[in-house]
C-alpha cells in the first residue's frame, strides 16, 4: 500500500476511536498518540451504533432510561497487576445492545456504570462534549475503526458512517481496519494487507478501509501475537504524522475553543493525501514508512488506565 503524500493535511491533531471494541485506544494509548477519552474508547459498539449516536446527537447514549443491569463479573480486570478481584457491572443498553450483533452478550458498558455510578456517568457525558468539541474543529482528525468480529463487518454501515462523519465535520481520515480472520497460525505473518476502499472527498474528508489477516486472537484489548501487534501498528500508527493538540473540552473550558470547522471547510477544497474515488478490492502490500512522531501522554485525569477485556461471544 502506498505511503501517504507527505503535507501538512497528513499531520493528525486528534485521534479518535469508534469501536468496535478497545484494541486501537490501546494501541494509540501505547504510543503517546492519544491524549484523552471519547465515547467509544471502552465500550462495545458497532459502526450502525456510532451513526445513530451522531444522527440524534448522542441523546438515546445518554439516557439513562435506556440502560439496564446485564450482567455482574468477579475478575480484576481494569486493575493493577496483583489486585484482588472485586465485583463489576456489566451495563446494557436498550437501543445499542441489540446492534453490536452479540458481541459482548448485550453489554455495552463493560468498564464504568454509568446506570448505578453518577460519577462514571458524568464521565461519559465528558466524553461525549468532548467529541462534539472535535467535530466542529478545523484540524486535522484522525477516526479509526478496528474491527474484531466478522457479524459486525458491514462494508454498508461503514459507509453510512462516513457519509454521516462527512455531513458533520471536515479535515479528517475514517480509517477503517477489519482484523477480524484471526487464528489463521503463522502463514498469515507472510499474508499482505488488503486495501478494499480508497476515498477523497471535498473539505478533506477520505476514507481508508483495509483488511489484515492475523496470526492469532485479540481479547477485545491487545493482539496476543506479538506479529499481529506490529502489523498493525504498520497500519494504524506508521504511516502518519502526529502534532497532537491539547483537549479541546479543557480550551473550550478555557474560552480558548478549537478552530471551527466552518471556517476552514472551503479553504481545504478538495486537497487530499489520497487519490480521487474508490478503489473497490484492490490488493496493495502496506510499505514501510517512518515510525510516527509519538508525543508525551497527556491524559485527562479522570481516564481510568488501561484494561484488558473478557472474551466476548
Not at 485521534?15 to 471502552?42: E, H, N, T
Not at 462514571?120 to 478496528?146: H, P
Not at 498469515?188 to 481508508?208: K, T
Request: aromatic letters at 8%; hydrophobic letters at 35%.
Amino acid at each position: 500500500m502506498a505511503r501517504l503524500a507527505p503535507g501538512a493535511e497528513n499531520e493528525f491533531k486528534h485521534v479518535i476511536s469508534l469501536g468496535c471494541r478497545c484494541s486501537q485506544s490501546s494501541v494509540y494509548k501505547a504510543m503517546g498518540a492519544r491524549r484523552y477519552a471519547c465515547p467509544f474508547d471502552w465500550i462495545f459498539s458497532s459502526a450502525a451504533m456510532v451513526s445513530h449516536c451522531l444522527r440524534d446527537d448522542f441523546r438515546d447514549f445518554l439516557d439513562k432510561r435506556q440502560y439496564y443491569l446485564n450482567g455482574t463479573s468477579f475478575d480484576s480486570i481494569g486493575l493493577k497487576p496483583g489486585s484482588a478481584p472485586r465485583e463489576r457491572k456489566l451495563i446494557g443498553h436498550n437501543t445499542y445492545s441489540e446492534m453490536t450483533a452479540g458481541v459482548g452478550r448485550g453489554t455495552i458498558f463493560n468498564h464504568r456504570d454509568p446506570l448505578h455510578d453518577d460519577s462514571d456517568y458524568l464521565y461519559i457525558e465528558r466524553c461525549v462534549q468532548r467529541f462534539r468539541c472535535l467535530l466542529g474543529s478545523a484540524d486535522r482528525k484522525l477516526f479509526v475503526v478496528l474491527n474484531l468480529n466478522r457479524q459486525l463487518w458491514i462494508e454498508a454501515d461503514l459507509m453510512e458512517l462516513f457519509r454521516e462523519l462527512s455531513q458533520r465535520t471536515c479535515n479528517f481520515l475514517l480509517l477503517v481496519l477489519d482484523c477480524s480472520g484471526k487464528n489463521i497460525g503463522p502463514t498469515a505473518a507472510r499474508m499482505p494487507a488488503e486495501e478494499l476502499c480508497r476515498q477523497s472527498h471535498p473539505g478533506q474528508r477520505d476514507l481508508l478501509m483495509c483488511r489484515l489477516p492475523c496470526v492469532g486472537d485479540n481479547t477485545g484489548s491487545y493482539f496476543r501475537d506479538d506479529t499481529d501487534a506490529q502489523r498493525v501498528r504498520a497500519i494504524l500508527l506508521e504511516p502518519f504524522r502526529f502534532d497532537l493538540a491539547p483537549d479541546p473540552l479543557l480550551e473550550t473550558e478555557a474560552g480558548q475553543g478549537p478552530r471551527l470547522a466552518a471556517d476552514a471547510a472551503d479553504a481545504a477544497g478538495s486537497a487530499s493525501g489520497y487519490a480521487a474515488g474508490a478503489l473497490p478490492r484492490s490488493v496493495r502490500r502496506w510499505s514501510e514508512a517512518p515510525k510516527a512522531e509519538s508525543q508525551s501522554e497527556a491524559e485527562e485525569a479522570e481516564e481510568k488506565p488501561k484494561r484488558r477485556w473478557g472474551r466476548a461471544s
